[in-house]
């Protein structure tokens, strides 16, 4: 490999890097409430609201029926009007975030999920209210699934921002694209493949990890 497309390869892992780390945290800002607010809102949950239940979840389950590919056109406009241009690194971290946060909710919510009812009952017996409760009993008892949830979403977003190459987003997928496909660099291809399976490991263990330090019935 040439030293320009060496420093191409740089530049593509930090563009990579700055669209999964920022899609990333947006969609774990706005997708653990979303999870929090499933759960609250559920029969049964603490600030019961079928009606609110089923309407945010048509929403989520709308944005996440949409085919990556196909959402990253259709917010165009959007993505426009947010940054001022549709295509580079910014452009690609608004339909990416969208992307992730519903996907992100869902995961949050079957973690949240699988908290003991019992010590739900027990913190309102004890005169606990519902912040109390998410902030004492909800959020703590999940955080090891939370944070497994968050592992997953950051793997998934790495492979969703190589395919927003296809359309001029940068990073690797773009740097595959243009120059492994259409110029027939074969090492530029390896490289970036390479790349890709070192970041998803890397994420991935360190998630582990994590999770792991958290886990109480370890």
């Keep these: ?71 990253l056109v259709a917010l165009i406009p959007v993505t426009r009007l947010i940054v001022g241009t549709s295509i580079g690194t ?9 992307a992730a946060t519903p996907y992100y909710a869902r995961i949050a919510e079957v973690s949240l999920r699988e908290v003991d009812h019992g010590l739900i009952e027990a913190a309102r017996a004890m005169g606990g209210n519902r912040w109390t409760i998410i902030r004492e009993v909800l959020v703590p008892e999940a955080l090891p699934g939370i944070v497994a949830g968050f592992t997953v979403t950051l793997v998934t977003l790495i492979g969703a921002s190589a395919m927003a190459g296809a359309i001029g987003a940068g990073g690797l997928g773009d740097l595959a694209i243009r120059y492994g496909y259409q110029r027939f660099e074969t090492s530029v291809m390896i490289a970036v493949v390479i790349v890709l399976i070192i970041l998803v490991c890397g994420v991935q263990w360190a998630g582990d990890r994590l999770v792991a330090r958290l886990d109480r019935r370890g």
């Design 1 to 71: 490999m040439s030293p320009i497309l060496f420093e191409l390869l740089l530049r593509s892992i930090w563009e990579t890097v700055l669209m999964t780390a920022a899609s990333g945290l947006i969609s774990l800002v706005f997708g653990l409430p979303l999870g929090l607010a499933l759960i609250a809102t559920e029969r049964g949950g603490i600030a019961e609201s079928p009606w609110v239940n089923r309407a945010l979840g048509a929403v989520i389950n709308g944005f996440r029926s949409v085919p990556f590919i196909i959402l």
């Design 90 to 98: 910014w452009a690609a971290i608004v339909p990416l975030s969208i």
